[in-house]
């Protein structure tokens, strides 16, 4: 079956760490987002990559940094320098060219602050 | 600026009644219009999305929308809940014609009482 695999599930970080979340897709999408999820706040937008060697930032980039290095894989790295790392990370992907086509859903990684 | 509202953070229903969550949308022209559910830990799932046609869209689990062009709301419905309903709902639009990002609303939590 295809689809969006993240991990891990659960991550812990340590002051001054820095720490990478994986994000793979089979679904054969041009395109893949980061979003953040805290409650109530619904998601916002880390980073975006509408193709393999580039990508964009999206409205809470800081602290964050990004890859595209393959078409299958977007990994997410949360540096030392966001000091409010602790929320839930969503890893999306969808067909950039056909703005009507949804976006598709990894069950994210939980990020918590040791 | 575009935005979309869900004015509610809350809905409890009891099972066996109709339900409704509500969005309302802030954007230029006539957007792409899109609900997502998500359960506890877990990503978000593609419910139904509006395009152009029908303002009534039916979409998955017996969910549909209906579109407003004049009160710019997308309202997501249900005739009759189900326990297994409880969730966390998201209205996302997208500006039609463009290759811009998903907005978010910031949730509605939906409670379905046996």
């Known amino acids: 079956d295809g689809g969006i695999t993240q991990s891990p599930k659960y991550l812990f970080r340590k002051e001054g760490q820095n720490v990478t979340l994986s994000c793979e897709q089979n679904?054969?999408?041009?395109?893949m987002y980061w979003y953040r999820q805290d409650p109530g706040q619904g998601l916002r937008l880390i980073y975006y990559?509408?193709?393999?060697?580039?990508?964009q930032k999206g409205d809470i980039a800081e602290g964050y940094s990004v890859s595209r290095e393959k078409k299958e894989s977007f990994p997410l790295t949360v540096t030392s320098a966001q000091k409010n790392p602790t929320a839930f990370y969503l890893c999306?992907?969808?067909?950039?060219?056909?703005?009507?086509?949804?976006?598709?859903f990894g069950d994210g990684t939980r990020l918590s602050i040791l | 600026a575009q935005s979309v509202a869900q004015p509610e953070d809350q809905v409890n229903v009891a099972e066996g009644n109709p339900l409704t969550v509500k969005c309302t949308y802030s954007?230029?022209?006539?957007?792409?219009l899109f609900w997502y559910v998500q359960y506890p830990n877990r990503g978000l799932q593609f419910l139904l999305k509006y395009i152009t046609g029908d303002n009534l869209v039916k979409g998955s689990y017996g969910f549909e929308a209906e579109f407003n062009k004049s009160q710019t709301s997308f309202h997501l419905k249900k005739p009759s809940a189900l326990v297994s309903d409880s969730a966390l709902y998201f209205c996302a639009v997208r500006e039609r014609g463009s290759q811009g990002n998903l907005i978010f609303g910031k949730g509605t939590k939906l409670s379905v009482k046996p």
């Open positions: 990559s509408q193709i393999v060697n580039d990508f």
């Open positions: 999306a992907s969808s067909i950039p060219r056909d703005g009507y086509q949804p976006q598709h």
């Open positions: 679904l054969n999408h041009d395109a």
């Open positions: 954007v230029s022209g006539n957007p792409y």
